[in-house]
Nanobody
Framework: QVQLVESGGGLVQAGGSLRLSCAAS????????MGWFRQTPGKEREFIAA????????YYADAVTGRFTISRDNSKNTVYLQMNSLKPEDTAVYYC????????????WGQGTQVSVSA
């Protein structure tokens, strides 16, 4: 029903920046809350950021507040994660997710994109 495809990951040195994109197809993107998560080997999936469908309100995990910015472009059915001042501990597979049911949790997930930050 909804397909999400992340892109923009890669290898960057500490202090650098990356911009992740998540392109959505199917459904009505503009009515979805969108989120970014990340996961490292042996760790639980971690919430990073979210943006609402209604007024573009944003929410961030403490670990990334002030460094990461989530945004969306409904005309392009795309959500972005601008990552600045990257740290080695940001290394993870980053996933985007769509909350279609507004509060029922995230219903659809992308395949993920690898972000590696070297010291």
């Amino acid at each position: 029903q909804v397909q999400l495809v992340e892109s923009g990951g890669g290898l960057v040195q500490a202090g650098g920046s990356l911009r992740l994109s998540c392109a959505a197809s199917g459904g009505t993107f503009s009515s979805y809350n969108m989120g970014w998560f990340r996961q490292t080997p042996g760790k639980e999936r971690e919430f990073i950021a979210a943006i609402t469908w209604s007024d573009d309100s944003t929410y961030y995990a403490d670990a990334v507040t002030g460094r990461f910015t989530i945004s969306r472009d409904n005309s392009k059915n795309t959500v972005y994660l601008q990552m600045n001042s990257l740290k080695p501990e940001d290394t993870a597979v980053y996933y985007c997710a769509a909350d279609v049911k507004h509060g029922s949790g995230y219903d659809y997930w992308g395949q993920g994109t690898q972000v590696s930050v070297s010291a």
